[in-house]
């Protein structure tokens, strides 16, 4: 009988050490073959190779299983913590959803307007949560004809909301020409409270124009009067950038006439030009401005002016003419006057 061959020549190659079943088929054939053969122990032929072997693969494969169950889980604990909103949105939009197209865009129109409703409510502030955190020089109890004007306008601050708080004709008329407002505040009182005392003492109302606040009287009107006559010179107002911070207080039209000379008119061609001039007759009855503003535009400074003195602009060729606004009557006299 001839002697058995060498491991290495027993029907080939031993297969790969991951594929357990042709390992055992591989052992067992050379077995049956050649039974009185010794069995290699670094040759997968022995029964320890081939134990070593099932160990090992049912080892990774417990691995596998683990591993896919803890990933299960850890998809579900996300998955609960979503919305059903979230949820049904996920499952329209998974590859191969068994969810409709038009149900599935539906969905996913749904959802941006949702999040663009929800976006919107948080970013918009009302203009009275702006005005609660401004406060008022420390012991003010009453507004009056001293001190109406310039507590408002220095308590006012730059925000996000509100502009520019524009203190307009008919107000100023009520304390400083009719002085019969008078308003008292309560304790470390803010610039909400005080808006709140006159519209509650007084015949001073509080309007929010966005981006101004307008703190009016009759007969002041609430939008500004502005005409456009030539849009080149309109167009070219916005390439213009207006002061920052705006402060004024009982200004009157020479001091603005200059401002806006500065901000508008252009120091090589000398134009758009401000009319009337500073020293102007047409300008005597112009009401002086008591504003407060910050990071106005162009378009946004000459609105507040407008109102703030109670005038109306006609934007023209190379100008800008400013007359008395005739939409606004004349004062009410007060009930003492004859």
């Known amino acids: 009988m001839s002697a058995p061959p060498h491991c290495s020549e027993r029907a080939g190659a031993p297969p790969s050490k991951r594929d357990v079943h042709a390992a055992a088929a591989w052992s067992a054939r050379n077995a049956r073959e050649f039974p009185d053969a010794p069995v290699a122990r670094d040759r997968l032929c022995g029964l320890k190779s081939l134990c070593d072997i099932v160990a090992a693969d049912v080892r990774r494969r417990t691995a596998h299983a683990q591993n896919a169950k803890q990933s299960a889980s850890s998809r579900r604990r996300l998955h609960r913590h979503d919305g059903w909103f979230t949820q049904a949105l996920k499952a329209a939009l998974r590859p191969h959803s068994a969810i409709p197209p038009r149900l599935a865009a539906a969905l996913t129109l749904a959802f941006l307007l949702l999040a663009t409703l929800t976006f919107s409510t948080r970013a918009a502030e009302p203009w009275e949560t702006a005005l609660a955190r401004m406060p008022l020089a420390t012991g003010t109890r009453e507004l009056n004809g001293t001190n109406f004007g310039p507590t408002l306008l220095d308590a006012f601050q730059s925000n996000a909301v509100v502009k520019a708080l524009v203190l307009m004709p008919g107000a100023i008329d009520e304390f400083y020409f009719f002085r019969r407002a008078r308003a008292q505040l309560p304790s470390a009182p803010t610039l909400l409270d005080a808006v709140r005392a006159l519209e509650n003492q007084t015949r001073i109302r509080a309007a929010f124009r966005p981006p101004c606040l307008l703190l009016h009287a009759p007969p002041d009107p609430l939008t500004p009067a502005i005409r456009v006559t030539d849009e080149a010179t309109a167009d070219r107002l916005h390439t213009r950038r207006f002061p920052d911070p705006l402060n004024f207080f009982d200004r009157d039209w ?85």
Request: a positive charge.
């Open 254 to 338: 020479p001091r603005l006439q200059s401002l806006l000379t500065r901000t508008f008119t252009s120091i090589w061609s000398g134009y758009p030009e401000i009319v009337p001039a500073a020293q102007s007759p047409d300008s005597w009855h112009f009401y002086r401005a008591s504003i407060r503003a910050w990071n106005l535009t162009p378009r946004e400074g000459l609105e507040a002016l407008t109102l703030a003195t109670r005038t109306a602009v006609t934007i023209e060729k190379r100008r800008l003419v400013f007359e008395c606004d005739p939409r606004a009557a004349a004062p009410a006299a007060p009930p003492n006057c004859p």
